[in-house]
């Protein structure tokens, strides 16, 4: 799996067409009269901006580590999802940087999950006011499966990242909220 991961790290297209595909899907799935090209189309302008987005993110940290390469880059990512620590001086650094930037970035974490879940169940509401009980049911379990998958993966990068921090630091992390 791993390798499959660092595949598609490397071609990000691949991740906005399967974005796509997963979320016509999705689509197709509250609301099954649509037109599935209809339902590409919608899901399409979003992954084209999820994926724009990604690019930047992913430019953005690459200046950050100042790595050589879009591998060099991926491979340092890797490296830290599996908690690995660069054995070199300068690759800890680099890794020291990205860490404590995604720190920095996710202080908000909390706060912007909240927010989510009310936004998830005023949709989740107003559709089970409005559309019938297939398409409220059908979104209030995927809302559901959605928001827990979120918080679990917050939860579990927080950890990571502080950890990951206090090895480069060579001190003990304790686990921030």
Known sequence: ???????????????????????????????????????????????????????LMRRRERRLVSAATEEDYVSLD????????????????????????????????????????????SITTLAATTADVRQAVALALLATAFLAWLTWTSIHQHRLLVRMDGELRGGVASVRR
């Open 1 to 55: 799996m791993r390798k499959v991961n660092k595949w598609l790290a490397l071609h990000p297209w691949v991740q906005g067409v399967l974005l796509a595909v997963i979320g016509a899907g999705v689509i197709l799935l509250i609301n099954p009269g649509r037109s599935p090209l209809g339902a590409l189309l919608r899901a399409g302008s979003g992954a084209v901006g999820a994926t724009v987005m990604l690019l």
């Open 78 to 121: 890797d490296r830290l999802r599996h908690g690995e620590v660069p054995e070199s001086e300068e690759g800890r650094a680099a890794m020291g940087r990205l860490v404590r930037d995604r720190l920095n970035r996710s202080r908000h974490r909390v706060w912007a999950l909240a927010f989510l879940f009310l936004l998830f169940a």
